[in-house]
Nanobody, 125 residues
């Protein structure tokens, strides 16, 4: 099973940019759709973006559309976050969907079976 590790979080000001990385190891990473989720303090984990196995389909949450860009290569997955807002403050997680037979783009936490430990993003106003 693939192991995932996020990096790139930090403390920034409103309007700044950050680039999160998700390094994958121990599995056939290229077979899996990958997703980014975030969890604000006291709230449930919410969908941010999904990119399918070869990047042919990308889906974003409405709250980040036009500001965030997800991409992937042989080493991992990335989330370029521009125009950050205080409401983007959360722990960001990357996840892998091990179902190679899924016909729809996975966007629910239950669709993903491998998760990283998360990286904190804090946006001050």
């Amino acid at each position: 099973q693939v192991q995932l590790e996020e990096s790139g979080g930090g403390l920034v000001h409103s309007g700044d940019s950050l680039r999160l990385s998700c390094a994958a190891s121990g599995g056939t990473f290229s077979l899996y759709a990958m997703g980014w989720f975030r969890q604000r303090a006291g709230q449930e984990r919410e969908f941010v973006a999904t990119i399918t196995r070869i990047g042919q389909k990308i889906v974003y949450a409405d709250s980040v559309k036009g500001r965030f860009t997800v991409s992937r290569d042989n080493a991992g997955m990335y989330l370029q976050m521009n125009g950050l807002k205080p409401e983007d403050t959360a722990v960001y997680y990357c996840a892998a969907d091990h179902s190679i037979y899924r016909t729809s783009v996975p966007t629910r936490p239950a669709d993903f079976s491998s998760w990283g430990q998360g990286t904190q993003v804090t946006v001050s106003s």
